[in-house]
């Protein structure tokens, strides 16, 4: 059962809604900023044991504490902000995933100095199996499982099966052009 036909049932309205703005506006469709990109991916890594829907539910709570996901602001955490962020309510307070952030924000940093842009990195590396863009990240950042990996590259466009061929948004994901069709 699919992500896009799961929503439709989902009660109450409010639950529907959140699920529902995600999917139809967010879900599969390439992402060109690399603050974004990378804000999905502290998404993605949060969301590790955890619901999606808690995630959700969670976004802005993310985006305040983690400066709009400014990665230049993120890599520059002192354990000052480690602290802030482990007492933040509005977020997932684990330390694990909180050191993940601010350590792959500096690697970002890193890739944009050699490739010009965190996007530019993925790029690069297109195509890849789930398997072997697993291994590379895994050897590139922090706290990032096969199922994290899987979800961050599908629901930035660059792995095929965010939503369902018969669904109407993975026909509007097709006019942006994702990276799985260029394979």
Known sequence: MSYCSVIERMQPESRKELHKNYHDNHYGFPIHDDNELFGRLIMEINQAGLSWETIL???????????????????A??????????????????????NAAIEN???????????????????HHHPKNLQEWMKLF???FKFTGGEIVNEFLMSIGFLKGAH?????VNEEILKYDPMWKKE
Do not use: H, M, P
């Open 57 to 75: 539910k969670k976004e802005e709570g993310f985006r305040k504490a983690y400066d709009n996901f400014n990665i230049q602001k993120v890599a």
């Open 77 to 98: 955490y002192t354990e000052e902000d480690r602290e802030r962020l482990l007492n933040d309510t509005g977020i997932i307070r684990n330390k694990l995933k909180v």
């Open 105 to 123: 924000a500096k690697t970002i940093i890193e890739l944009q100095k050699e490739f010009g842009s965190f996007e530019k990195w993925l790029e």
């Open 138 to 140: 895994k050897k590139t």
């Open 164 to 168: 369902a061929e018969d669904c109407v």
